[in-house]
């Protein structure tokens, strides 16, 4: 028996959310109010078939917003979990995201895209959001992200437990693993699996942004 226990911790990104000029809002709406598209739900339908085939998970942990949920809880139907919400999975607050109440569907929905399409650019040419207003830092990410995973590793030793949230908090969380000066160093793909070693103050990057099980998805 090992003395130090091994937990193995599956961070995994939210099925794809995109909205198109037939997505239903309701007042303010923004992206956080969207639950997964129909290429999300293939996406999830296709990762929870894959930890169900070739991962015992102990548990499934998701950020408090919809779309996470919904990509949760197709793992948890695959693999027969309940899905526990921890709010400390949640995406990096980048500001203000709600919209005037009177944009219409296909107006919101460009806009809410567009907003997408700024932030990523930003990440991808800077490497951090410190450039948006309000941003929140990278570093209090990491510790919610830190202290939310510390104990579920206490509660699951020796056991494979996953966590969906979002590319932003995951590539803050994982920057400090790989020692990278980025906090954001990698495009996550919706629904792509990057898995963390833990044992004792030991962490290991396993697996990044694995998305093998897209392959063949519609």
């Known amino acids: 028996m090992r003395a130090v226990p091994r937990t193995i911790v599956h961070l995994i990104r939210h099925g794809d959310a995109l909205p198109d000029e037939s997505t239903a809002f309701s007042g303010t709406a923004g992206y956080d109010d969207l639950g997964l598209s129909t290429i999300g739900q293939h996406q999830a339908r296709a990762v929870g078939a894959r930890l169900a085939r070739a991962t015992k998970l102990a548990a499934i942990f998701s950020s408090p917003?919809?779309?996470?949920?919904?990509?949760?809880?197709?793992?948890?139907?695959?693999?027969?979990?309940?899905?526990?919400?921890?709010?400390?999975?949640?995406?990096?607050?980048?500001?203000?995201?709600?919209?005037?109440?009177?944009?219409?569907?296909?107006?919101?929905?460009?806009?809410?895209?567009?907003?997408?399409?700024?932030?990523?650019?930003?990440?991808?040419?800077?490497?951090?959001?410190?450039?948006?207003?309000?941003?929140?830092?990278?570093?209090?990410?990491?510790?919610?992200?830190?202290?939310?995973?510390?104990?579920?590793?206490?509660?699951?030793?020796?056991?494979?437990?996953?966590?969906?949230?979002?590319?932003g908090s995951i590539n803050a969380y994982l920057a400090e693993i790989v020692g990278t000066s980025r906090d954001f160093f990698f495009p996550a793909g919706n629904t792509s699996l990057s898995s963390v070693r833990i044992a004792g103050s030991r962490r290991l990057l396993l697996r990044l942004n694995d998305t093998a099980h897209l392959e063949n998805a519609p």
Not at 69 to 92: H, K, N, P, Y
Not at 134 to 142: F, I
């Open 65 to 167: 917003t919809r779309r996470a949920i919904e990509t949760a809880q197709a793992v948890g139907d695959a693999c027969d979990l309940d899905v526990s919400i921890d709010a400390r999975f949640r995406e990096m607050n980048l500001g203000d995201e709600s919209l005037p109440a009177d944009l219409g569907g296909p107006e919101r929905a460009a806009a809410i895209r567009e907003r997408l399409a700024m932030l990523a650019e930003v990440a991808q040419r800077d490497g951090s959001w410190a450039a948006v207003p309000d941003a929140e830092r990278a570093a209090d990410v990491r510790v919610r992200f830190a202290s939310a995973i510390d104990e579920i590793v206490d509660a699951y030793p020796d056991a494979h437990v996953a966590i969906f949230s979002h590319a």
